[in-house]
């Protein structure tokens, strides 16, 4: 971890905008001198053109004599005729040659330059304007000049920028500290509540801020996180118990016969024993199967997917098993989905058992295509359906979906005595969601219909 990361968020952003702003502040500054020099050069340039226009106008009405009055501080001016030669001069440079070679260029009448040397003095710059006058028959050339202002700062002025930025910074760095707090203050909240949702209760719930907003919005998704999280314990807890009661009636049954056994050893016949013991080993296998099949299914697990005809599949399933009820099948060819087939093989297996458990007489099966649904993606290429229907009492519509909870048995002595656990329907609708399709049971004129809906592969 950096140095910049054991600083908090407040005091991230408050040093972040202090600095910004105290670049702005230093920039401003800059800006604000600069222009102010600007201003003062610009002021400087037009007192010396002024006092050039001066000395210009005295040319014109032929009254400037070989000595020029004083124009003001530090500036100097000089008449310089047609041939070069300086006629008049301020008393500071009177005596000397001419300030600067250069003359106005047609049809400007006024240039200006910055001239170092020369009769200044060495490293001495002046700014020079040149102003043109006709008079006598010729262009007479009228120079003004005045030292180059630097750039001098007054300490005052340095003073009071630097105290108004300090000032400015801390106040904005402040301001900007105490409101990130204020925004930060739900998520203090949130954290303390989950703080005693971890030592406590999972039933409570974060505050949710009024103000619309990210907070808000993460508060909302941490209490659907809570609530997912409190279902998923919840569901945990049942299935453990379910599958702890269901493990025990077999090894409670296995123990007494095992017991008996031991404490009557003379009347007991291992040939009773044995397939007892071996039906409730049987039992206990299954159910260790299908818990392994659900591990594995909510672990998401991946699977090999190839192409799989669906009719073929359900027909081969058939011929593995010795059918307990009349069986009546319409498979229809070429009805190809794309799955595993260990997996799809089991869920078709579950659908039949569960069928002929309820089944009176017979059990329908039907392997059909259908065309996509409108506005569901999943079935965009078609809709590959295997129907099961028994000839039992059905369930009711308000049961449909209970049958698909894991450890649920609508008939319990009647699913225990015929070997159900209440996992076969719960892990078939799994594997189906896990090839993108749906499992649902829905109206039919007797017993119960059960409708599997894969998608059609794409593939021959």
């Avoid at 409570?204 to 314990?233: C, F, M, W």
Wanted: glycine fraction near 8%; include cysteine; charged fraction near 25%.
């Amino acid at each position: 971890m950096g140095f910049w990361d054991r600083w908090s968020v407040r005091s991230r952003i408050a040093l972040f905008t202090g600095t910004v702003v105290a670049l702005l502040c230093t920039a401003f500054s800059i800006v604000l001198v600069w222009s102010l020099h600007l201003a003062a050069r610009d002021s400087l340039l037009l007192r010396v053109t002024a006092a050039g226009g001066r000395v210009a106008y005295l040319v014109d009405h032929g009254q400037a004599g070989s000595v020029l009055p004083p124009s003001g501080l530090d500036q100097s001016v000089q008449v310089v005729d047609p041939q070069g030669r300086v006629r008049s001069a301020t008393p500071d440079i009177a005596g000397k040659p001419a300030m600067a070679t250069f003359r106005p260029t047609a049809p400007s009448r006024k240039a200006t330059r910055e001239v170092c040397g020369g009769v200044f003095g060495a490293d001495r710059c002046h700014i020079v304007v040149a102003q043109q006058v006709y008079a006598n028959g010729g262009d007479w050339t009228v120079y003004s000049a005045a030292p180059v202002q630097e750039l001098d700062v007054p300490p005052g002025l340095v003073a009071g920028l630097t105290a108004g930025s300090a000032l400015v910074t801390a106040a904005v760095a402040y301001g900007a500290r105490r409101s990130v707090k204020r925004a930060l203050s739900p998520v203090r909240a949130i954290r303390a509540e989950l703080d005693e949702i971890n030592a406590s209760d999972l039933g409570r719930r974060v505050p949710v801020p009024e103000a619309k907003g990210e907070i808000h919005d993460l508060a909302q998704s941490v209490n659907y996180t809570l609530d997912r999280l409190e279902e998923t314990l919840e569901q945990q807890r049942r299935f453990t118990s379910d599958a702890s009661h269901e493990l025990r009636s077999p090894i409670t049954a296995i123990r007494a016969q095992v017991e008996d056994a031991l404490l009557a050893p003379q009347e007991s016949d291992l040939r009773e024993i044995g397939p007892a013991v071996l039906k409730s080993l049987e039992r206990l296998q299954a159910i260790a199967s299908d818990l392994l099949t659900l591990a594995r299914l909510d672990a998401g697990a991946p699977c090999e997917r190839e192409p799989l005809d669906l009719g073929g599949l359900v027909a081969a399933e058939l011929d593995a098993r010795r059918p307990l009820r009349r069986i009546v099948s319409q498979l229809t060819p070429g009805v190809v989905v794309r799955g595993d087939r260990i997996r799809l093989g089991r869920l078709v297996t579950n659908l039949l058992d569960n069928a002929e458990r309820h089944a009176v007489t017979t059990v329908r099966l039907e392997v059909r295509r259908e065309n996509p649904p409108d506005g569901d993606p999943r079935f965009r290429s078609g809709v590959a359906v295997l129907e099961v229907l028994d000839d039992g009492a059905g369930i009711s519509r308000d049961q449909r979906e209970l049958v698909f909870q894991r450890f649920t048995r609508l008939d319990t002595a009647r699913s225990r005595n015929a070997g159900g656990a209440g996992l076969g329907l719960p892990i078939a609708r799994q594997i189906a969601e896990s090839h993108g399709g749906t499992l649902t049971i829905i109206d039919s004129p007797g017993g119960a219909r059960f409708l599997l809906r894969l998608p059609l592969s794409r593939e021959p």
